[in-house]
């Protein structure tokens, strides 16, 4: 029986990967085109007349909370699950042809984010009414629908729980402890997916849940806000993000592998370096860009967090597409190479990231609707819309189009 494999088509990895890019900021643009409207048009007929009622401005937010928790949930969670956790399992069980394989996958994962949706929504919306389906999709009045902002708001961000919680067990802790006392994939995948979960609802619960809504007990607070703000809360997450998704995003492992490779040292010692580095780069950042920020009329903190997506997303898209450029043969040192692909992505990620505030307006996926009216996810949420088709080119689609099916 043949065995298939994906050949690139374009062989210099620079070259095919700018083509990659120019393919998944197109995929973007319409995507999100696309998918905002029909997610705006769907909410606004399932919402009627209580949706119309309201004022100008909580109508807009309330959408684009709405139509940010579709993408998130359907589309962002499930590539976590699916490809980290689960290791893309049974995407080429009925075919390895391309892009069928990844189109079933694709719809199989957003039907699992759709049913994770509806089942949490339905269990926490039982005794919290800011996540009863009712309120989030046809609040009554204007009070309610600001309450269905701060729900739609806190579980939209259950994704960047799932980012935080789950991602590293794959990057940091390569899977432990499933991966070192069984063989069976399907223990180590399942197990880790179960774990990550747990994990990601236990950080939800104290540390996004208090960022969007306030407890109180006889007019007494009884929950505090996690650093103080929002915005600097999401700052750090993306730095955070950005230190533990390095070892394992060109790095090989480093820099916890200077000290060991064994789990689960590694893991926890990855996770103090990134920990650390997050805080202390959160302040010299917040210095260095808050002259940018004032310009922009923009927090200090969104700008910081912004800067640091950005540099995540030059990471995953120079790891994935421009296979790690440059390679081996051209730096022979493992260490060498490394330190160069950090460089790299930093100063494409630097400058990149100034180019993104300056420009978000442009974007039909930043800040640009096309006159069309659907909501935009703005400096961050933007930046996820083209990160997700790069991530989905990779993984589900095997970075088709720009490879071939090539018999092995």
């Known amino acids: 029986m043949d065995q298939y494999i994906m050949d690139k088509r374009i062989k210099h990895p620079v070259l095919s990967g700018i083509v990659s890019v120019a393919i998944v900021l197109l995929v973007a643009s319409a995507g999100w085109v696309i998918w905002s409207n029909i997610w705006q048009a769907l909410i606004l007929a399932f919402g009627g007349e209580q949706i119309s009622v309201l004022s100008d401005e909580t109508q807009a937010h309330f959408l684009k909370e709405s139509v940010e928790g579709t993408f998130f949930w359907f589309i962002i969670s499930p590539w976590v699950w699916f490809t980290l956790n689960l290791g893309n399992y049974g995407k080429n069980k009925p075919t390895t042809k391309q892009p069928i394989a990844g189109l079933r996958y694709f719809f199989i994962a957003m039907m699992v984010g759709m049913i994770g949706l509806v089942v949490f929504v339905g269990l926490m919306g039982i005794w919290w009414e800011p996540f009863n389906w009712q309120v989030l999709l046809r609040p009554e009045s204007e009070s309610q629908a600001l309450l269905a902002i701060k729900g739609w708001g806190a579980l939209n961000f259950f994704t960047l729980s799932v980012i935080l919680a789950q991602i590293p067990l794959v990057?940091?802790?390569?899977?432990?402890?499933?991966?070192?006392?069984?063989?069976?994939?399907?223990?180590?995948?399942?197990?880790?997916?179960?774990?990550?979960?747990?994990?990601?609802?236990?950080?939800?619960?104290?540390?996004?849940?208090?960022?969007?809504?306030?407890?109180?007990?006889?007019?007494?607070?009884?929950?505090g806000v996690p650093f103080d703000g929002w915005s600097t809360a999401i700052a750090w997450c993306q730095l955070f993000i950005f230190f533990f998704l390095l070892p394992a995003e060109g790095m090989a492992g480093y820099p916890q592998k200077f000290i060991t490779s064994k789990q689960p040292w590694s893991g926890i010692i990855g996770l103090i370096i990134a920990i650390v580095l997050s805080l202390?780069?959160?302040?010299?950042?917040?210095?260095?860009?808050?002259?940018?920020?004032?310009?922009?009329?923009l927090a200090p903190d969104i700008v910081v967090a912004s800067f640091a997506l950005t540099i995540i997303n030059v990471l995953l898209t120079w790891h994935h597409h421009f296979d790690d450029f440059p390679s081996q043969t051209l730096i022979t040192s493992k260490l060498g190479r490394n330190l160069t692909q950090l460089a790299i992505v930093l100063i494409i990620g630097s400058l990149l990231g100034i180019l993104?505030?300056?420009?978000?307006?442009?974007?039909?996926?930043?800040?640009n609707d096309l006159g069309l009216g659907h909501p935009m996810l703005g400096i961050l949420g933007g930046q996820?819309?083209?990160?997700?088709?790069?991530?989905?080119?990779?993984?589900?689609?095997?970075?088709?189009?720009?490879?071939?099916?090539?018999?092995k």
């Not at 899977?175 to 774990?195: H, Q, V």
């Not at 202390?280 to 009329?297: C, D, F, H, K, Q």
């Not at 993104?356 to 800040?367: A, D, Q, R, S």
């Not at 990779?394 to 099916?405: A, H, L």
């Open 171 to 223: 990057s940091l802790f390569e899977k432990y402890p499933f991966s070192k006392y069984t063989n069976d994939p399907w223990a180590i995948s399942f197990g880790t997916l179960f774990l990550g979960l747990f994990l990601a609802l236990f950080n939800w619960i104290i540390f996004i849940l208090p960022s969007f809504i306030t407890l109180q007990t006889e007019g007494q607070s009884i929950t």
């Open 280 to 297: 202390l780069s959160l302040r010299v950042l917040r210095t260095l860009l808050t002259p940018l920020a004032e310009s922009e009329g």
């Open 356 to 367: 993104w505030i300056k420009t978000l307006h442009i974007w039909p996926f930043g800040g």
């Open 384 to 407: 996820f819309v083209y990160m997700m088709p790069m991530l989905y080119m990779n993984t589900f689609f095997d970075k088709w189009p720009v490879t071939k099916r090539m018999i």
